[in-house]
């Protein structure tokens, strides 16, 4: 099982602030695109053009980063500051 978070817009955007998934998808790419293939909010907010950070088990990774079972993944939009 994966625990999947979704933070500050992200959050907003998909009404949800996470959710477990039973089938570890292999790679952080591979969970963008399912969660892409959901369409609407989903996909806009997964395509790939678009920017969202990913961390697993609270380290920042990248898309080639593999999941297994018991991960956390927490995908959130980047952070700018002033």
């Known amino acids: 099982m994966?625990?999947?978070l979704y933070f500050a817009s992200l959050r907003e955007r998909l009404g949800s602030d996470g959710e477990t998934v039973s089938d570890?998808?292999?790679s952080v790419a591979a969970l963008r695109?399912?969660?892409a293939a959901r369409g609407g909010d989903w996909q806009q907010a997964f395509a790939g053009d678009q920017r969202v950070?990913?961390?697993?088990n609270q380290e920042m990774a990248d898309d080639?980063?593999?999941l297994k079972d018991g991960d956390e993944?927490?995908?959130?939009?980047p952070v700018t500051g002033g």
């Not at 950070?53 to 697993?56: H, N, W």
């Not at 993944?73 to 939009?77: E, I, M, R, T």
């Open 2 to 4: 994966i625990r999947i």
């Open 24 to 26: 570890a998808p292999g």
């Open 33 to 35: 695109a399912a969660l």
């Open 53 to 56: 950070l990913v961390a697993v």
């Open 64 to 66: 080639a980063s593999l």
């Open 73 to 77: 993944v927490g995908f959130f939009p």
